[in-house]
């Protein structure tokens, strides 16, 4: 009970729950989100639409100027300390380590944390280069694995001091997650692993603490990594010669 106190009245537990007490109101008030590759796309679309719920945010990316840029817009709307930006590359161990240790040293903790960072190299089985195969991999495969490794033990001992009390950790996966892509061999790199619509490698370990794991698939061409006129799929398709043309 001593031990539970400390943790209940520590500082930045302090501070915390202050911050939770706030004006803001909704179904995510006082939770604090941590969104990776929240610099663009989904991951602003997801902070976006959370902060209106009253969650606290940090937007993290690779992308550090991109997600600066939004935690301070965020923060002019919705008030100074609502969001901020971190440094993170989902693919780096350390990176991962160090990025949710600084957002436990800014907001107390971590409640909710989002795996969206992504990358999508189009091509065939035929021509593709290893070297996107290792890209798609290492971004979306082992860097959710990562920042999965990084999270799970702040969350469960945030479930341990609050017994009653759960924490999510959601995984932004595709479509393809759940079928065959005839061009995108290097997707299936993360959809053979934790993904394939199934979460369940860590669902089943970690609802044991407390963490609940789900993962959310879907497409939405409108957005830059389809859309990008250098970088997008649909000019990776074309070059690889998948739009036929008639
Ligand atoms: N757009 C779609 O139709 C679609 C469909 C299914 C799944 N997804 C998945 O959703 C996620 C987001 O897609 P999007 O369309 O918003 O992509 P996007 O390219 O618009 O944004 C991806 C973000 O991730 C960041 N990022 C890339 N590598 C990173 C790294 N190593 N560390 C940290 N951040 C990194 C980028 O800087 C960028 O801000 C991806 O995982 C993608 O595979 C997208």
Same mark, same amino acid.
């Given at each position: 009970?001593?031990?539970? /106190?400390?943790?209940?009245?520590?500082?930045?537990?302090?501070?915390?729950?202050?911050?939770?007490?706030?004006?803001?109101? !909704?179904?995510?008030? #006082?939770?604090?989100?941590?969104?990776?590759?929240?610099?663009? #796309?989904?991951?602003?679309?997801?902070?976006?639409?959370?902060?209106?719920? !009253?969650?606290?945010?940090?937007?993290?990316?690779?992308?550090?100027? !991109?997600?600066?840029?939004?935690?301070?817009?965020?923060?002019?709307?919705?008030?100074? /300390?609502?969001?901020?930006?971190?440094?993170?590359?989902? $693919?780096?161990?350390?990176?991962?380590?160090?990025? *949710?240790?600084?957002?436990?040293?800014?907001?107390?903790? +971590?409640? +909710?944390? +989002? $795996?969206?960072?992504?990358?999508?190299?189009?091509?065939?089985?035929?021509?593709?280069? +290893?070297?996107?195969?290792?890209?798609?991999?290492?971004?979306?495969?082992? @860097?959710?694995?990562?920042?999965?490794?990084?999270?799970?033990? *702040?969350?469960?001992?945030?479930?341990?001091?609050?017994?009653?009390?759960?924490?999510?950790?959601?995984?932004?996966? $595709?479509?393809? @997650?759940? @079928?065959?892509? #005839?061009?995108?061999?290097?997707?299936?790199?993360?959809?053979?692993?934790?993904?394939? #619509?199934?979460?369940?490698?860590?669902?089943?370990?970690?609802?044991?603490?407390?963490?609940?794991?789900?993962?959310?698939?879907?497409?939405?061409?409108?957005?830059?990594?389809?859309?990008?006129?250098?970088? @997008?799929?649909?000019?990776?398709?074309?070059?690889?010669?998948?739009?036929?043309?008639?």
């Amino acid at each position: 009970m001593a031990e539970r /106190g400390f943790i209940e009245n520590w500082e930045a537990e302090s501070y915390r729950q202050s911050v939770a007490s706030s004006k803001v109101s !909704g179904r995510l008030t #006082g939770k604090v989100v941590m969104i990776t590759g929240a610099a663009q #796309g989904f991951g602003l679309g997801i902070a976006q639409a959370l902060i209106t719920e !009253g969650a606290q945010l940090i937007l993290a990316d690779l992308n550090l100027d !991109g997600a600066q840029a939004n935690a301070d817009a965020m923060c002019a709307e919705y008030g100074a /300390g609502r969001a901020v930006a971190i440094r993170m590359d989902v $693919s780096d161990e350390g990176s991962a380590l160090a990025a *949710v240790a600084e957002a436990v040293a800014v907001f107390g903790g +971590v409640d +909710v944390f +989002v $795996s969206n960072a992504g990358v999508l190299r189009a091509g065939s089985i035929f021509s593709q280069p +290893v070297s996107d195969f290792d890209l798609v991999t290492n971004v979306n495969y082992r @860097g959710y694995f990562l920042g999965v490794r990084a999270v799970a033990p *702040v969350m469960a001992a945030q479930h341990a001091v609050r017994p009653t009390e759960w924490f999510d950790i959601i995984e932004i996966n $595709s479509e393809s @997650g759940l @079928g065959v892509s #005839g061009s995108r061999p290097a997707l299936p790199a993360r959809s053979s692993g934790p993904a394939s #619509g199934s979460p369940s490698p860590f669902a089943l370990e970690l609802v044991e603490c407390g963490i609940k794991v789900n993962a959310v698939c879907g497409q939405l061409p409108r957005r830059p990594l389809w859309m990008d006129p250098e970088r @997008g799929l649909f000019v990776q398709y074309l070059r690889a010669g998948k739009v036929r043309v008639r």
